[in-house]
C-alpha cells in the first residue's frame, strides 16, 4: 500500500537559515507529489506540485525516486512561512490522495 | 467565489447517533473528496464523488456514506457514531480534467465530537 512519511513532527529555524521537511513515500510506481501547507487559522492548501516544477514562494521539491523523497527546501527562512506542511501522494491523476502526517514548522525571529 | 463551503462548523452527537455533513464546492468544480483528520494527523481519505458516485473509497467502514447532488454539493453521512469518529473532516473539490493531477480546493472543515 502507498504511504508517505514524515520523520519530523516538529522543526524550528531561524529567520533567514535554510530550512528543509522531509518526505518519504512507498510507492513503486511514479506517483504525482504534492506539498500542501495550513497556515494558523487558514484552511489546507497547495504549495506545489512535483509535476509543475515550480517555485512558490521561495520553495522548491525536488523527487528522487531512487531514494523516493520529496523534500520541500527553502534557502532563507521567514517568519511567514510557520504552517503545518503535508506532504501528499497520488498514484494517478485520478486516484485519491494520501497525506503524511505533517510536519510543523517554526520559524524564530 | 466563496471557494469550498462546509456546514456546519462543529457538530456534538451522542454515541450511536447519526450525523449529516454537508459541502459546496467551488465555482466550477464537480468533483468532491471527503477526508478525516484526527488531532495530530493528516487528512485520511474517505471517498470522492463524481457525477453523483462514488468513484474512490478509502478504508472506512460502511457506516460512513455519501451523496453527491446534480448541482455537485455534497453530504457525508456517518451512521451508529463512535468515540472515535471525533475528528475534523475536511471537503475538497477539484475539477475532472485530463492532463495534470487535480489540484484540491479545501473546505474550513466541520469539526465533529462524539460524546
Known amino acids: 500500500a502507498q504511504r508517505v512519511t514524515q520523520p519530523e513532527k516538529l522543526l524550528s529555524v531561524f529567520k533567514g537559515a535554510p530550512v528543509e521537511l522531509k518526505c518519504n513515500y512507498s510507492?513503486?510506481?511514479?506517483?504525482?507529489l504534492f506539498w500542501y501547507v495550513q497556515y494558523s487559522r487558514q484552511r489546507l492548501q497547495l504549495l506545489l506540485r512535483?509535476?509543475s516544477r515550480e517555485s512558490i514562494k521561495g520553495f522548491t521539491a525536488d523527487l528522487n525516486k531512487g531514494e523516493t523523497s520529496f523534500h520541500l527546501k527553502k534557502p532563507f527562512a521567514q517568519e511567514e512561512d510557520s504552517a503545518m506542511y503535508y506532504c501528499?501522494?497520488?498514484?494517478?491523476?485520478?486516484?485519491?490522495?494520501?497525506f503524511g502526517p505533517g510536519t510543523s514548522l517554526s520559524v524564530i525571529p | 467565489d466563496a471557494g469550498v463551503t462546509q456546514s456546519p462548523t462543529h457538530l456534538i452527537k451522542t454515541r450511536g447517533q447519526q450525523v449529516t455533513l454537508r459541502c459546496s464546492p467551488k465555482s466550477g468544480h464537480d468533483t468532491v473528496s471527503w477526508y478525516q483528520q484526527a488531532l495530530g494527523q493528516g487528512p485520511q481519505f474517505i471517498f470522492q464523488?463524481?457525477?453523483?458516485?462514488?468513484?474512490q473509497r478509502g478504508n472506512f467502514p460502511d457506516r460512513f456514506s455519501g451523496h453527491q447532488f446534480p448541482n455537485y454539493s455534497s453530504e457525508l453521512n456517518v451512521n451508529a457514531l463512535l468515540l472515535g469518529d471525533s475528528a475534523l473532516y475536511l471537503c475538497?473539490?477539484?475539477?475532472?480534467?485530463?492532463?495534470?493531477?487535480?489540484?484540491?480546493?479545501f473546505g474550513p472543515g466541520t469539526r465533529l465530537t462524539v460524546t
Open positions: 475538497a473539490s477539484s475539477l475532472n480534467s485530463r492532463g495534470l493531477p487535480d489540484e484540491q480546493y
Open positions: 512535483h509535476i
Open positions: 464523488y463524481y457525477e453523483e458516485e462514488e468513484r
Open positions: 501528499a501522494l497520488q498514484k494517478t491523476s485520478y486516484d485519491k490522495v494520501i
Open positions: 510507492y513503486s510506481g511514479s506517483p504525482e
